[in-house]
């Protein structure tokens, strides 16, 4: 069994096609064909079934699939280790972000480590607070920057605190509160809201500050994204709270401090075992101070 092989039954899963995969790996199709008949002989079964119409994992190639996924994890871990012993940074750097952080330039962070470690792939997943820190503890991230309520913490990953900020409320320049210089959660309570799903970090720091001020909340909206957010409240449809550096970026809206506003906590997060030797230098070029345990 060979990790050439691997690679192309991962990518003739991923593409559902000889060819494609073929033009993936940039092998011709009879190679790559040839090299995964042989690796279904050695192991005694079929990995794919074919039909003039798809290709498709077997039972089989259903179990063999996440195996193969970590033999090529660790073989390209090993290489980094290394490289990164004789200094040289290379392998994979999985980064997960929230679309509304803004305590770390994100693009302008990876350029700089790019040019420093150009042997380095990045891949970028943005996505909500709770599921990127369950990915990095799962271990298919290795840095993720998130926001979560002053009163949550992210467990089982390493974490450092990158910023505080209170939420601010953003409404359409017509709105009536938006020549206000301020407003409170009580008055903000008559309003028709936009915010993201019940459950989720975004939503929990609005949720529980209207909760603890005993104010109930109508929120007729709930959207994935903070730039749809944005798009609902644009043409009066709601109001919304976020966050105040994010919020100045949202051209033709008027953000408006809250006096009783919740806290908005920015975290650094990263894994507390099997650390890549790109994160741990991506990390350092941000002057996070990288610690194994749950408190730093």
């Known amino acids: ?137 799962e271990g298919t991230l290795d840095v993720a920057f998130l926001g979560l309520p002053a009163t949550a913490v992210p467990r089982g990953v390493g974490r450092h605190e990158l910023a505080r900020d209170r939420l601010v409320a953003v409404v359409a320049p017509d709105h009536p509160l938006a020549g206000a210089p301020s407003v409170d959660l009580r008055r903000l309570a008559s309003e028709v809201f936009a915010d993201f799903p019940a459950g989720t970090a975004g939503r929990a720091q609005t949720d529980q500050a209207f909760t603890a001020a005993g104010l109930p909340r109508d929120v007729a909206f709930e959207v994935t994204t903070a730039d749809y957010i944005a798009s609902l409240v644009a043409p009066g449809l709601a109001v919304a709270m976020l966050p105040p550096a994010y919020a100045a970026r949202l051209p033709g809206l008027v953000a408006i401090e809250v006096s009783d506003a919740p806290v908005r906590v920015q975290h650094a997060t990263w894994s507390r075992t099997g650390r890549t030797p790109a994160a741990t230098a991506f990390l350092g070029a941000l002057g996070i101070p990288v610690k194994d345990g749950e408190d730093s």
């Open 1 to 137: 069994m060979e990790l050439q092989q691997m690679r192309y039954v991962i990518a003739v899963a991923e593409t559902s096609s000889f060819t494609r995969a073929a033009e993936r790996c940039l092998v011709v199709q009879s190679a790559l064909s040839h090299q995964i008949a042989r690796l279904e002989r050695e192991l005694g079964g079929r990995l794919f079934e074919r039909t003039t119409r798809r290709v498709r994992l077997t039972p089989a190639g259903e179990a063999f699939l996440p195996a193969a996924r970590q033999c090529l994890e660790a073989a390209e871990r090993a290489a980094a280790e290394v490289a990164a012993s004789v200094g040289e940074v290379r392998g994979r750097l999985a980064v997960g972000l929230i679309p509304t952080v803004t305590a770390v330039d994100i693009p302008a962070a990876l350029g700089d480590f790019r040019r420093r470690h150009p042997q380095v792939r990045v891949s970028l997943r943005v996505g909500a607070s709770d599921d990127l820190a369950e990915q990095v503890r």
